[in-house]
């Protein structure tokens, strides 16, 4: 459903600083995947994210979303199938607008309508209903503003807003990185929950080696703009934490870092 084609992309080229990352970078994403990309800092992760959502565009090569071409679509319009959310739980929300406002504009995605469209007791009941699922009780504070919320609610509802209307790909970028071991893990959670109960294909960026052998359905590992492992089925259900790290290490030995 997603294809990266020859993708290049050379940062600060023609200066001393140039830096080649991707070279005819390639990756096939199939309906309904789940999959967990680890590796480690400045192999690319967040790159690969920007190129697919249109916030950076490569210097060649094709992004293909069920068989169109989109490397020349804008970002926003992109953002109309493809949800994201990112480390910062201050990038996905809000701060200064109500959960009520946010999860409005979310409602509203790719429509020309203003706020005053979702401000009807039907739709009220509904994003109470999928706040419910958050169980963090924020379906009693609609009119909360979402600064006030602590960052593992922030990025529980930036989830929520990023599915509200189903993206038919998910980009999450680290999202659990930046909250505590206990909110990281419900957030985690309520990831796997929301994915598989509305069969979205996504594409989790994670720092943590437990998540990526916990869930999901396929893992890559990515390392100096290549994918250096990539693993589903069987072959990666017998994958732990332990073989993760030995490649890793592995890796740094034959680089030097
Ligand atoms: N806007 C940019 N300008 C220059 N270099 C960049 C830029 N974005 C990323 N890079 C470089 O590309 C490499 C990959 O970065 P990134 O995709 O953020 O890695 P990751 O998310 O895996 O940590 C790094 O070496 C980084 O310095
Ligand atoms: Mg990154």
Redesign the pocket.
């Known amino acids: 459903m997603l294809e990266l084609l020859n993708i290049n992309k050379t940062?600060?080229a023609g200066t001393v600083d140039e830096?080649r990352?991707f070279s005819d970078f390639c990756l096939k994403l199939n309906e309904g995947e789940f999959v967990a990309v680890i590796?480690s800092?400045?192999?690319?992760?967040?790159?690969m994210l920007n190129i697919i959502s249109g916030s950076m565009a490569a210097d060649s090569g094709s992004v293909l979303l069920d068989g169109t071409e989109i490397s020349g679509m804008k970002a926003f319009k992109r953002a109309m199938r493809i949800g994201r959310v990112f480390q910062d739980p201050a990038l996905g929300t809000c701060p200064s607008m109500t959960i009520w406002e946010n999860m409005s504009i979310a409602d509203n995605k790719g429509k020309s309508f203003g706020l005053s469209f979702g401000l009807n007791r039907a739709r009220k009941d509904f994003y109470r209903s999928r706040l419910e699922i958050l169980g963090m009780g924020l379906e009693d504070r609609l009119d909360t503003t979402a600064g006030t919320l602590s960052g593992g609610q922030r990025q529980a509802l930036a989830l929520i807003m990023a599915t509200l209307v189903r993206p038919d790909l998910l980009l999450l970028d680290e999202h659990t990185a930046a909250l505590d071991p206990k909110a990281a893990d419900i957030v985690m959670q309520l990831t796997d929950k929301i994915v598989s109960e509305k069969k979205i294909t996504s594409l989790m960026v994670t720092h943590n080696l437990r998540y990526a052998v916990e869930y999901g359905t396929r893992t890559i590992m990515?390392h100096d703009g290549g994918i250096v492992l990539d693993s589903a089925g069987e072959e990666r259900a017998n994958k732990g934490i332990d073989d993760y790290l030995k490649i890793f290490n592995e890796i740094s030995i034959e680089t030097g870092n």
């Open positions: 940062f600060n830096k990352l590796g800092n400045g192999s690319g992760k967040t790159t990515m």
